[in-house]
């Protein structure tokens, strides 16, 4: 079972609609993470949420926009997408970061994705 | 930047028999973490193991273990017993102690053969 959730699993669009990625988690995690990744490579990190705020934007274009509602939610918004920006999406979550190890396990949880298509 | 290295794309290991995965990295810092995380077809990432730099025995989680050699640099997993649903890739991974960023390394793609 996963606890990070994802929806939609697989998502379809044109360049022109407008649609949003969906991340749940109930770990009581305060940070949450929104990752890219394409066929047989690792993920590429895009945006960290540390305690609601956007802490780190890995400079994403404009055309994806994150959103933190509550510290339970996380949304990518996607318009006027291209179609290289077809990939998985992963959303992940963890423990904030302490500089004392035994406070902290370290990993994050990752959701099944989100499969993106743009035509 | 840490950088992390898996040498190997791609290894074939015949059922209930054992396959070891190497991975080095390159960093500075003294205290951080180490990851082997495993992604199926199914492509959820799952994590395997951990291991934190500041223990120096080796973590081990049922068929899993690893080699953590520290001076080296290096953190290779073995799956012992393999089964079929081993049958996945692996990305071995770095976090700094008080970090956001897991560093990836290219990931080894794994088949068990039945």
């Known amino acids: 079972d996963t606890e990070v959730t994802q929806t939609p699993k697989h998502l379809v669009m044109g360049m022109t609609n407008k649609k949003s990625l969906k991340c749940e988690q109930h770990?009581?995690?305060?940070?949450m993470y929104w990752y890219k990744q394409k066929a047989k490579k690792p993920p590429e990190l895009m945006f960290v949420y540390s305690y609601e705020k956007l802490s780190i934007n890995e400079s994403v274009p404009s055309r994806f926009s994150p959103e933190c509602p509550n510290s339970s939610l996380l949304n990518l918004h996607l318009h006027a997408l291209q179609p290289e920006d077809s990939a998985l999406y992963l959303c992940a979550s963890s423990q904030i970061p302490d500089r004392v190890a035994s406070k902290r396990t370290g990993e994050l949880f990752f959701g099944e994705g989100s499969r993106l298509t743009v035509l | 930047a840490q950088t992390v290295t898996q040498s190997q794309p791609e290894m074939s290991v015949q059922e209930a028999e054992t396959v070891t995965l190497s991975c080095t990295y390159d960093?500075?810092?003294?205290?951080?973490?180490l990851f082997w995380y495993k992604q199926p077809p199914s492509r959820q990432m799952i994590l395997v193991i951990r291991?934190?730099?500041?223990?120096?025995q080796n973590a081990t989680e049922n068929r899993f273990s690893v080699n953590f050699q520290k001076a080296a640099k290096s953190f290779s997993l073995k799956i012992s017993d393999s089964q079929l649903g081993d049958t996945a890739m692996y990305f071995c991974?770095?976090?700094?102690?008080?970090?956001?960023?897991?560093?990836f390394g290219a990931g080894t793609t794994v088949t068990v053969r039945a």
């Open positions: 991974a770095f976090m700094k102690l008080n970090d956001y960023k897991l560093s």
């Open positions: 770990m009581g995690h305060r940070a």
């Open positions: 291991q934190e730099a500041y223990k120096q």
């Open positions: 960093t500075s810092e003294s205290n951080y973490y």
